[in-house]
T-cell receptor
Framework: ELKVEQNPLFLSMQEGKNYTIYCNYS?????LYWYRQDPGKSLESLFV?????AVKQEGRLMASLDTKARLSTLHITAAVHDLSATYFC????????????FGRGTQLTVWP | ETGVTQTPRHLVMGMTNKKSLKCEQH?????MYWYKQSAKKPLELMFV???????ENNSVPSRFSPECPNSSHLFLHLHTLQPEDSALYLC??????????????FGPGTRLTVL
């Protein structure tokens, strides 16, 4: 079964700092998604990465995909409090069953 | 209504009760999913329906019974649950598995507490 590992699982950072969240997966895939979840809320789609070398940016977040290394990163630039949330990566094997394989999530807290 | 909606948003039930969770998607999608999110576990896929047909049952106990009458509606019928079934139950939909990508859109979830 495909394994998805995120690290760190918990991240506490000061406003204005930069940091990267890593998402490693165990088998070949060129489709990866990043989601954000606020406490008590549902998952909100952030990025869709569909090929090796794909890079997407939205505000202070930038996601990339290296399919050869089976690695995706979510880079946070100059963090602000509003980015505090849990971030999930999910890998899609392209199966007609439609299953996504989720990481455990990274709980990000940004403090002043 | 837009996106994926779920009702009720909160549910408290006893172990002998029978209740149902409802999900509706307004996105014109063909696939729908039930996930369970517990505090101490990763997001767990429970069921997948593709064009109203169940395509995956991820070893879910029979006290959870899904129903998909059409591509827009998905139900999760609950009976004789256990306290460990308390969790956030999320519904999601996607256009069609096997396409170029399968981005899933999630509903707000039902917070279930089993007493």
């Amino acid at each position: 079964e495909l394994k998805v590992e995120q690290n760190p699982l918990f991240l506490s950072m000061q406003e204005g700092k930069n940091y990267t969240i890593y998402c490693n997966y165990s088998t070949t895939s060129d489709r990866l998604y990043w989601y954000r979840q606020d406490p008590g809320k549902s998952l909100e789609s952030l990025f869709v990465l569909l090929s090796n070398g794909a890079v997407k940016q939205e505000g202070r977040l930038m996601a990339s995909l290296d399919t050869k290394a089976r690695l995706s990163t979510l880079h946070i630039t100059a963090a602000v409090h509003d980015l505090s949330a849990t971030y999930f990566c999910a890998v899609d094997r392209g199966s007609t069953l439609g299953r996504l394989y989720f990481g455990r999530g990274t709980q990000l807290t940004v403090w002043p | 209504e837009t996106g994926v909606t779920q009702t009720p948003r909160h549910l408290v039930m006893g172990m002998t009760n029978k209740k149902s969770l409802k999900c509706e998607q307004h996105l014109g999608h063909n696939a729908m999913y039930w996930y369970k999110q517990s505090a101490k576990k990763p997001l767990e896929l429970m069921f997948v329906y593709n064009f109203k047909e169940q395509t995956e049952n991820n070893s879910v106990p029979s006290r959870f019974s899904p129903e998909c009458p059409n591509s827009s509606h998905l139900f999760l019928h609950l009976h004789t649950l256990q306290p460990e079934d308390s969790a956030l139950y999320l519904c999601a939909s996607s256009l069609q598995p096997g396409l170029a990508y399968n981005e899933q859109f999630f509903g707000p979830g039902t917070r279930l507490t089993v007493l």
